[in-house]
């Protein structure tokens, strides 16, 4: 599919004032986006597992401008408190999708959002948020074109999220998404996420992430800025180039269950994403003493249970276990007796893989 193709025809309806919510969850890459080319483009493929907990919940309600014009209209509430902060990078969203959805010209906004997990755990609720808000704008728009099918309705609504953040469009579906173009990978796109299309042995159909909050407060660097960092950057085409082929190593590895292969090939990919941070210009570190004290915990622990725990990173300091279900009680035995210690205030979020965004009652 082509950009184009996400163009609307004339719309068949006017709908003068209406309200929708979604929730819509966080996710965690196995294989990470870092680095992308305008508009939204990645520079490789990204496979994630969806989460179930962490999710963002938002309502849009719309009603019909007197003035139509090309100027976007909106309020914005968090948690029931107006945040005219949140308005930049959510006119900023608006911008960018305006030639595909070409209504919001013709309407006032006002946005409803929350999250399930708290604001300050350091943990990115971009991924969860825009994903939200574009299934409340699908909703609308298949009110105006009945006749879009599902399959439509959710490549546009992943489409649209990846133009508010790349990340975004891999939180639409679960439970494992794939974003970016790969050979085999029928049907990737860099332009949305789909269903990760091949088999998947059971041992990964019930995955736990278990997040340690290690530092909860603002990331140093924005995962914008990050992905800019790419440019230029002396191992970048090597790093993508190891990605496309991790994404190949990857499907054999869920297909066949083998746990060993996919905790060697996550955790590369977890301390790679922060070697190229460490070796970009500026550089930075963005592990903290306690994310190294946990990782070598995990070490330690599998050497001496041979248990199949891993982590993985996303751009800060928080650690994301992962752990198949049949270990989990031995798992979080070792979780409360040994890592809670290394958590800001003890704190972490119990998650699980999840099935993607959902509709609510308004
Ligand atoms: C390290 O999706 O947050 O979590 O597209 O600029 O909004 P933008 O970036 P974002 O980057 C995510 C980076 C990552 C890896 C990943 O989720 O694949």
Redesign the pocket.
Known sequence: MTEKEFIPHPYLKTIQSKGYSWSSPSNI?LI???G?RPV?IPENP?I?FTLDACKTNTSLTLSEKTAKNDLHSFDIFFENEQKDNFKPKIESFFKRIHEYVPYIGDYHFTINTSNTFPHSSGI?S??SGMSALAMCLMSFERELNPDMTDEFFMKKASFLARLG????SRSIEGELVVWGEHQAIPGSSDLFGIKYPHEVHEVFKSYHDTILLVDKGEKQVS??MG?QLMHNHPFADKRFDQAYTHVSDLISILKNGDLQGFIELVESEALT?HAMMLTSRPYFVLMKPNTLEIINRIWEFRKETGLHLCFTL??GSNVHLLYPEHQSTQVYEFIKRDLVAFCQNGHYICDRIGFGAKQLPI
Request: net charge positive; no cysteine.
């Open positions: 890459a990470k986006y870092w992308k939204q990204s994630s990115a971009s991924a953040s790349g990340s975004a995962s914008t992905h994403l996303d751009a």
